[in-house]
């Protein structure tokens, strides 16, 4: 598990992203995604167990080995200043805060960058946990 030395500092060109919420196929905001044209690798699992808990959207809380590892998909975003957009959905430093974690994709082993809810309003046990966000079917 890596970290980026400045929370502010956007990932490299060609860089990988894990959704896991409304990023995702069907998911409300996935047209944010699409406008950045990612190339789509797959469906993918974190390779270490979190929790990931639905509040108003879904909050993945950084509490490595509690929960599961969490289903998703996987994305390489072609652009450095294609994470502007999605960090500013995510209020990425403040609300969620964005890190590399290592993912499975189609059994590769990938660094790919994920969103990690940081506020303390959201706590194991106050929420359902699931391993996967509920979506309806890819569109």
Do not use: K, N
């Not at 490299?12 to 905001?29: E, W």
């Not at 789509?40 to 639905?54: A, D, E, I, K, N």
């Not at 879904?58 to 996987?74: I, N, S």
């Not at 500013?88 to 430093?93: A, F, I, N, S, T």
């Amino acid at each position: 598990m890596s970290a980026s030395p400045d929370p502010v500092e956007l990932p490299p060109d060609g860089s990988l992203l894990f959704v896991y919420g409304t990023l995702q196929r069907g998911g409300c905001f996935h047209s944010l995604l699409q406008s950045s044209r990612p190339a789509f690798l797959g469906s993918g699992r974190l390779c270490t167990r979190y929790p990931l808990l639905l509040a108003r959207y879904p909050c993945l809380l950084d509490l490595p080995d509690r929960g599961h590892r969490v289903l998703g998909e996987v994305y390489r975003l072609p652009r450095s200043r294609d994470w502007l957009a999605i960090d500013q959905l995510e209020d990425h430093p403040r609300e969620y805060r964005r890190r590399l974690e290592p993912v499975e994709v189609e059994a590769r082993r990938l660094e790919a960058w994920t969103y990690f809810y940081i506020r303390d309003d959201v706590r194991p046990g106050s929420l359902p946990m699931v391993e996967r966000f509920p979506l309806g079917p890819p569109g």
